[in-house]
């Protein structure tokens, strides 16, 4: 019923652009938020953009001015746009999202399969 199909990943030098794509398939649900997620060898996933509905966004400070979130509501697609990428950006990036199923306002979180995002200095 839910499926979150990322895009985007691969090899760039430092300094490079990449842009993650992420197509979540749904059926019965509303979807809240959707957000990027990464992890790096040897260390636990944080958080990088998310985004609202309604277009509330928030980053982590570590990628602010470099990221920019942005969402197609119509196409349940969010996007990762990445510059001035650097080494400590390698890790594996995942889509996150938070729905919700009729009037209940219970959220039910999805992840995508993850793609390698590889910054080579």
């Known amino acids: 019923q839910v499926q979150l199909v990322e895009s985007g990943g691969g090899l760039v030098q430092a300094g490079g652009s990449l842009r993650l794509s992420c197509a979540a398939s749904?059926?019965?649900?509303?979807?809240?938020?959707m957000g990027w997620y990464r992890q790096a060898p040897g260390k636990q996933r944080e958080l990088v953009a998310t985004?609202?509905?309604?277009?509330?966004?928030m980053y982590a400070d570590s990628v602010k001015g470099r990221f920019t979130i942005s969402r197609d509501n119509a196409n349940n697609t969010v996007y990762l746009q990445m510059n001035s990428l650097k080494p400590d950006d390698t890790a594996v990036y995942s889509c996150?999202?938070?729905?919700?199923?009729?009037?209940?306002?219970?959220?039910?979180?999805?992840w995508g399969q993850g793609t390698q995002v590889t910054v080579s200095s």
């Open positions: 996150n999202a938070a729905l919700t199923r009729g009037t209940s306002s219970y959220e039910y979180e999805y």
């Open positions: 985004i609202t509905s309604g277009g509330n966004i």
């Open positions: 749904v059926r019965f649900f509303s979807i809240n938020a």
